[in-house]
């Protein structure tokens, strides 16, 4: 299955593909086994804790602005009995309401939005460690299979040096190769080790002797760069929805210290006769105009605005940089597949073929082996930062999601 979008974008072939859409949270029902691992994270929980609070907070704000007030009062007066009863309404001329209303809608969706970013970053930081895990894990793989082509080597020179064919040098350069691949190999099982506690921390119910697995490739077959995309970006919507919002607050206190009028109606009793008033209040804001307040909110939705421009910018050439980076890099490991091909299997049959034929000598076979062993780990490197960069670029265009692992 194809995922494209028009005007050519990123074309993703996963065999199965799903763009998650967030409306409060993730679908429980869609997560693959790395979106549950995700979901545990104490971050994402509070993530989501905030986003309720935030939907109740936005639903609170579509009840009226001004309650009715209730008023009684009772007195003796000789034998009579004076009371009344009235209620007030302050009325909301202005309609804060509706203002109100939107900015609790304008607030959750940018609730929503930072749910979204943190699951992509997190999504993309649990790809990467698991990408970083396989690379050592191989890594120490050609390392120990490298002690093993040396421990037989020096069992072979050893006898050799017995019968007189070879000098004591030989042996020497053997040991010297196998103590430095020891420590290579210890280097290489500390950053295994250290990748493997990464997994742990991210992703909580992942054991190395069931792994995770990661397809050999993501299934990027084309890369370009969608403007749509970078538009509904995670982060930049957060952006743009905190501008919508400071300027629905700039208008709110626009409104907020207009008068509103108070209009109250009372019923009661005095002595033998009966009362009905009518009550009107307006408050004068004369000595105050509270003209400062609402410029103070107009600047604030200006550097809001501001802030919007500067995240969409940042996010456009950060995604142009990946890109380059992505496309560089993705040409330099399918060189390196192609030299690669059919040849590390031969090369090391070979090699020993020569030297045992005596074609070359234990040192310039040393040499080789060492330099065929270099080649296969920059070979693994060049593909780890190429799955890496894959990742980065998914991520800076929010396509992260696409990704059903």
Known sequence: MYISSKNTG????????????????????????????????????????LLQATNHQAKSLTQA????????????????????????QT???WDKQSINK??????????????????????AKAISTLINWYSAKESVHIAIEREKQLQTLLDIV?????????????????????????????QYQIGLTNAE????????????????????KLGISTYSINTEWIDKHPDVQVAKAEWHVQQEQAKLSSIEYKANPTVGLSAGQNGEENTLGLTFSMPLNIRNNYSDSIKAAHSEANAAEANFRAIYRKQTFEAKANYESVVTIKKYYQQWQRLISGRVENSAKLLKKRWEAGDMNTSDYMLALNQRSEGLQAGIQLEKQFKLAEIEFLLSIGQISKLRL
């Open 102 to 123: 939107t900015i609790g809608e304008i607030d959750l969706y940018g609730r929503q939005q930072q749910l979204l970013s943190l699951l992509e970053s997190k999504k």
């Open 10 to 49: 990123v074309v993703l072939s996963l065999g199965v593909l799903v763009c998650f859409s967030y409306s409060a949270v993730a679908k429980e029902n869609s997560q693959t086994w790395l979106d549950a691992q995700i979901n545990k994270d104490p971050e994402v929980v509070k993530a989501k804790a």
């Open 158 to 186: 050893e006898e050799k040096r017995s019968a007189g064919i070879l000098g004591p040098l030989d042996a020497e350069l053997v040991y010297l190769n196998l103590s430095q691949v020891l420590n290579e190999i210890a």
């Open 197 to 216: 506690v990464k997994i742990q921390e991210l992703l909580p119910d992942w054991i190395s002797e069931k792994p995770y697995l990661i397809p050999r």
């Open 65 to 88: 602005v001004y309650n009715p007030d209730f008023e009684a009062s009772y007195e003796k007066e000789g034998d009579f009995d004076n009371f009344s009863i009235g209620l007030s």
């Open 91 to 93: 009325i909301d001329v």
